[in-house]
């Protein structure tokens, strides 16, 4: 509560190790979506957690008896269309995807990309049904965005989908945000205290069948629509304001938060 920020609304020992992300479903403004927060861990695990239930999770995904522990760097709520449909989608170290179902509390899908995952993102499309996630390599600055889509999934259908991969920046990134009026804008924060906006552009068409005759989706192309650096540390955290087009905040390891806005969305 930031009108009493003395003592916090709620509190829990959560993991054995450093908590790496956490994302939340309350809050969407149309009344869907459990009161949720979802950590990923060090140790491995991916916790959801209910602040109306002290000290135990409401679900706990571990790796299973013999499994080797992943440190699970970023979690991401979605499909949150109703109070009881929700999935997590979890980014591992290792560039493991997963997306666990929480409602029949299995693993509904998973891949593999090279390099770890650093961010996945649901293109703040988590109250509608379906689940379109875009991903982006942690390691070498190449991100990946979903075009009808990298990982996509409608229903109880795995659709098989295809990447635009570009190199965003010559530094690590550390995030990417896409603006909430327009999941077709999107910023890219890296290493060296740069940000990058970039526009996605639809393909002419979105499936093609592949030499076996199975559909799949066909990637758009990404330019860059303008980028600034604004400190000689990286940017690791970024975000844009839901109300205010343009208005986004960041913070950087030089341990200062700064609040900027982006002008002329409406004309891109």
């Given at each position: 509560?930031?009108?009493?920020?003395?003592?916090?609304?709620?509190?829990?020992?959560?993991?054995?190790?450093?908590?790496?992300?956490?994302?939340?479903?309350?809050?969407l403004g149309i009344g869907e979506g459990a009161p949720e927060i979802v950590t990923g861990s060090r140790d491995g695990t991916v916790k959801v957690w209910d602040p109306r239930q002290k000290d135990t999770?409401?679900?706990?995904?571990?790796?299973?008896?013999?499994?080797?522990?992943?440190?699970?760097?970023?979690?991401?709520?979605?499909?949150?269309?109703?109070?009881?449909?929700?999935v997590v989608c979890a980014g591992y170290d290792n560039g493991d995807i997963k997306l666990f179902d929480l409602k029949t509390m299995s693993l509904r899908w998973e891949t593999s990309i090279k390099?770890?995952?650093?961010?996945?993102?649901?293109?703040?499309?988590?109250?509608?049904?379906?689940?379109?996630?875009?991903?982006?390599?942690?390691?070498?600055?190449?991100?990946?965005?979903?075009?009808?889509?990298?990982?996509?999934?409608?229903?109880?259908?795995?659709?098989?989908?295809?990447?635009?991969?570009?190199e965003a920046q010559k530094s690590t990134i550390w995030q990417v945000r896409h603006l909430p009026q327009n999941r077709d804008i999107f910023m890219t924060s890296g290493g060296a205290g740069s940000l990058h906006l970039w526009k996605y552009e639809y393909p002419a068409q979105r499936s093609r069948k592949d030499s076996e005759g199975a559909e799949m989706g066909v990637a758009g192309s990404v330019?860059?629509?303008?980028?600034?650096?604004?400190?000689?540390?990286?940017?690791?955290?970024?975000?844009?304001?839901?109300?205010?087009?343009?208005?986004?905040?960041?913070?950087?390891?030089?341990?200062?938060?700064?609040?900027?806005?982006?002008?002329?969305?409406?004309?891109?």
């Open positions: 509560n930031l009108e009493a920020p003395e003592i916090p609304v709620y509190s829990v020992k959560g993991h054995k190790e450093i908590i790496n992300s956490i994302d939340g479903v309350g809050g999770p409401v679900a706990n995904m571990e790796p299973a008896e013999g499994e080797s522990k992943r440190d699970c760097w970023t979690v991401a709520f979605g499909n949150a269309y109703n109070q009881e449909e929700r390099n770890g995952v650093r961010k996945p993102e649901n293109l703040e499309r988590r109250r509608l049904q379906g689940d379109l996630f875009v991903a982006f390599q942690y390691l070498k600055g190449a991100y990946r965005k979903a075009g009808e889509g990298l990982f996509r999934m409608s229903g109880s259908d795995r659709t098989r989908g295809s990447g635009a991969k570009l330019s860059l629509l303008q980028n600034v650096t604004l400190s000689t540390q990286p940017i690791s955290s970024l975000d844009w304001s839901p109300d205010k087009k343009g208005l986004c905040v960041c913070g950087a390891f030089d341990q200062t938060v700064r609040v900027l806005i982006v002008t002329k969305l409406n004309k891109v």
